[in-house]
């Protein structure tokens, strides 16, 4: 099967309560920022489609915004550029589908169990909050080289540039939102949003797993910098992280132009 598919009915590809991971790829958006939201299917037709998002509070995108929507059917990861055209009750986004469809083949992304010195502020807040704390906290970084009067502790962690596990106490059960401030290397601490994706019961407490939502392209790089180095050290190869297209803000197509 091609991996570019000139489709004119997308209904195949996406059938309700189907998982959906949209980047933002709107020529205004922040270039240097990865920006996510994830969702599921909640209706479906030839070049249009609804989804549920777990996150609201985005009304002002409507009729602006473009996005990638990254998922998977018939055995493969496929993704294609949609329109926001409306949204409905807050947080159901509807879309129209344009363009070729990509089909790629699913990539594990590295991980690595760590130590660092780490804080996560939680919080039942919503993202639009969430986004002006990482504002301020980012320009108060360039500024002060420190953060706002936060104590990082040195915090058993598994890494990657999509996400963080970690293992938290029975009284700090996580927030569907969340601000990571994680320290790598040298340089100022990684600040990136992240939405808790699942969450186990064990015997320190909860084991939690958190997808990065918002974050420097610029802090993906030096997390995978970090995670390669951890592989290699053990002896083990490490496929760079833009390998998952859930990662990137681009298509196939534009990696693939001759230079």
């Given at each position: ?32 920022i990865?920006?996510?939201?994830s ?15 777990t ?19 018939l ?5 294609v ?12 986004f ?8 990509e ?6 992304v ?8 780490m ?25 002060n ?10 915090t ?9 596990g ?16 994680i ?11 992240a ?48 390998r998952?297209?859930?990662?990137v ?5 534009e ?5």
């Open positions: 099967m091609s991996p570019h598919l000139l489709c004119n009915d997308y209904s195949r590809y996406f059938s309700p309560r189907q998982k959906v991971y949209l980047v933002n790829m709107s020529e205004e958006r922040n270039s240097d990865y920006e996510s939201l969702g599921v299917v909640t209706k479906s037709s030839v070049d249009s489609l609804e989804l549920m998002i996150h609201g509070g985005h009304d002002s995108e409507a009729g602006k915004v473009t996005y990638k929507l990254t998922s998977e059917a055995g493969s990861g496929i993704q550029l949609a329109d926001l055209v409306g949204i409905v009750t807050g947080n159901n509807q879309f129209r589908m344009h363009g070729t469809l089909l790629f083949q699913r990539r594990i590295p991980r690595a169990e760590l130590s660092a010195k804080f996560q502020l939680r919080g039942s807040f919503p993202l639009a909050f969430f986004k002006k704390e990482w504002r301020r906290v980012m320009d108060h970084l360039r500024s080289g420190v953060l706002p009067g936060l104590v990082l502790q040195e058993a962690i598994n890494l990657s540039a999509g996400g963080i970690i293992t938290v106490d029975t009284n700090n059960r996580p927030t569907p939102l969340s601000m990571f401030f320290e790598l290397d040298d340089g100022l601490p990684v600040c990136t949003l939405e808790t994706v699942w969450e186990q019961h064990v015997e320190e407490g909860f084991r939690c797993g958190f997808r990065f939502i918002h974050i420097l392209k610029s802090d993906q790089e030096r997390i995978n910098r970090c995670i390669s180095d951890a592989i290699r050290k053990e002896g083990g190869t490490h496929l760079d992280y833009k998952n297209w859930v990662l803000d681009k298509m196939v197509a990696l693939r132009k001759p230079e």
